[in-house]
């Protein structure tokens, strides 16, 4: 299932005050799918109307009953408790689809809180006894739970089991199941049910008996070793009923919580909060009814103009870009087509872009294509760059605090003057120096923003390194500082003080970033933290290469680049700068220089070849040249950081050979062709622990629903179209907001588009018509779900 959710301006209001003189609460607010706690807002100091105003999306890949929302306060003990919840049921969502809605927050308590289910079997059985009463026995098996929550940090379960009636009332227990909230039972209890004495017939009617008046209890406890006793869990209550004349009934039943379980606190006096859901279903079907419309998004970076594209129609009707980048950048990444599909837009863009100074300024399909695919691609880039340092801020709790009027009276200007700029200092080198660690993905992508952006404004050198520090820092490296939960960085939002330190620490990030170009402006910066940052820096990682200059001598095999020349091992210095791959007789002039941009792939070379250990090769397009490295961590390091700076060539290799060509033949394969393409996958690319799961067609699918949502702005696009190929004249106004190109190649565009989105629809009408939701397979209180979600919520 698919959740989106978007907390922009979130807020409450007459929040209860605080019993003590000061009276106002620090509050912050959670979103739970059931009681497991998805997201975490900041925390709002000293208001009784607490507003949020925070971005947020997450995954939801799993089924749930209630999508809550709790309102905490935290003491000056750090505690929290709990003010109140909102919980809306699944089924009820689509009520409150797209509205501003306030809702009364209700009571907090253990015996409300509730989740998971009860596997239950009840079979009724007749016995006669030995002086002819007839009775009859009821064998409840309670089978297993799923999905109990996770109390203080444990889960130890048991079933209570009672027979409830006018005048009885049995309990049984279950055995306590240690360490899990998912616990089989497998236990089996007995209870007799005796009939009225005047009654003498022998055939037995459920339906006459008082049984129906029976009911089963079921209620979950955890074992807790404290002095207050276990916790309740859920409890569920199966009438006697439900046996019908077969007298057996197999189910899973919902927890549910304990009746008169809240405390007795009026609801008005817990105060509101305002909530905007917005809740889709997408009926995901086979992968070949998406091809049609799959095909046409995929061939957009080859449709000339692209701005006559399926994806970037998309983004002209769609109310905002990042409704459309976000399925369209997984359904590219997902078939390794981001590059070429956001370089045609990019170039595009910078084509009609007059002032080298706007670049990307604007929340273009561009920019939010880029952003998207920076966040997906570049998560573990952030993580391994920032996170020690961002866990470093938020453990050590250094005053930061620059601003006079914001100082307290137990701080020091000049001291935590000092302790930003030594956090500016560190990050900044962190960031400059992590070039080498820059996914390729991101790197193909800042090359074609370099090219396109230098082309077209030739006469500004600058624009260049602009174009893409302006992702790099303002947009990338930045909101992750300033909000380090919403990256993965942190687990939630840090305290209010740690807050304003990356505040201050992101804010001069973002200035340096946008001092890519004005470099005198960077005198403000070094007068005011004194900091020794060279500006190359900046460059050079807006190429996403470092500035390197590695200097070191290993033995190297002769190339082969005269044709009678003796193919011997010699020992030689090599160098590696972010231009150039060389080696030396000394350290002085090269004897061999190799562009970046010639180095295709860099693998090892398998000992076998010429019997010599820590080899690797550099291959290039007519050769390879063969080193021994001094030891094998040497080797790896040549390996890796020359993959790295060589990874934004656009003909990198996919497969290599992974021994030598000797005596007409290569050692691996035993092909003879020099020429002969490699028989092994290429291991340069991305890190395995950030490869992506997208569903292609779930995707495709979200993309459908949003043409279908829009289907009235694409007729008014096939219209505009008509228009600008009659009228060569003033564009009229109600067309004005289309970018298009050139007419005819996008009304060709448009109807493939419509006809696609037609035969889809056909589609969904035949399911829902066919479609009617079952029970049996869902538990008692759930409804059947055949589909994948998107939640946006407001608060």
Known sequence: TLALGNLSHADAKNIPPYPGPNRMRDCYCTVNLDQEEVFR???????????????????????????????????????????????????????????????????????????????LELRLSEVITDSGVINHKLATRVLECQGLPIVNGQCDPYAAVSLLGPSRSDAKKTKVKRKTNNPQFEEVFYFEVTRPLSYTKRQFDVEEEDVDKLTLRVDLWNASNLKFGDEFLGGVRVPLRVLGQAGVHDAWYFLQPRENGGKSVKVEELGSLRLNIVYTEDHVFPSEHYTPLRDLLLHSADVGPVSASTAHILGEVCREKQEAAIPLVRLFLHYGKIVPFISAIAHAEINRTQDPNTIFRGNSLTSKCIDETMKLAGMHYLQVTLKPIIDEICTEHKPCEIDPIKLKESENLDTNRENLRHYVDHIFSVITTSGVRCPTVMCDI???????????????????????????????????????????????????????????????????????????????????????????????????????????????????????????????????????????????????????????????????????????????????????????????????????????????????????YLNGHWLCCKMSADTEPGCTPCTGGLPANIQLDIDGDRETERIYSLFSAYMTKLIKMQEACGSKSVYDGPEQEEYSSFVIDDPQETYKTLKLIVSAVQTLEQQHTKYKRKSRPTSSSSPVGDVSERTSKCFHWTI
Request: aromatic share 14%; hydrophobic share 40%; glycine share 2%.
């Open 41 to 119: 807002t900041k925390i709002v100091e000293k208001s009784l109307c607490p507003f949020y105003g925070e971005d947020f999306y997450c995954e939801i890949p799993r089924s749930f009953r209630h999508l809550s929302f709790y309102i905490f306060d935290r003491d000056v003990f750090r505690r929290d408790s709990s003010i109140g919840k909102v919980a809306v049921k699944k089924e009820d969502l689509q009520k409150y689809h797209g509205k501003d809605t306030w809702f009364q927050l209700q009571p907090v308590s253990a015996d409300s809180e509730v989740q998971g289910k009860v596997h």
């Open 446 to 660: 800042f090359f074609s923003l370099r090219e396109s952006a230098a082309t077209r404004f030739q006469v500004d050198p600058d624009v260049r390194f602009t174009a893409v520090s302006s992702f790099i820092f303002l947009r990338f490296f930045a909101p992750a500082i300033l909000s380090p939960n919403l990256f993965h960085l942190r687990p939630h939002h840090p305290d209010p003080a740690t807050s304003r330190t990356l505040t201050l620490i992101s804010k001069t990030i973002q200035t340096l970033g946008s001092l890519a170009k004005s470099r005198s402006a960077c005198c403000f910066f070094f007068f005011f933290f004194n900091v020794s940052v060279r500006m190359e820096k900046l460059d050079a990682l807006s190429l996403s290469l470092i500035a390197l200059s590695f200097l070191r001598f290993m033995i190297k095999r002769a190339q082969g680049r005269n044709r009678f020349g003796m193919k011997n091992f010699k020992k030689r210095w090599f160098r590696l700068t972010n231009h150039e791959f060389t080696y030396h007789k000394t350290k002085e002039g090269p004897l061999c220089s190799i562009p970046i941009e010639n180095i295709l792939a860099v693998e090892r070379l398998e000992e076998e070849s010429f019997r010599m250990k820590n080899m690797f090769q550099v291959i290039q397009p007519e050769r390879a040249l063969y080193i021994q490295a001094n030891n094998c961590v040497e080797a790896r390091d040549w390996i890796d950081i020359l993959t790295k700076v060589s990874q934004c060539n656009r003909k990198r290799l996919s497969t290599y050979h992974p021994s030598a």
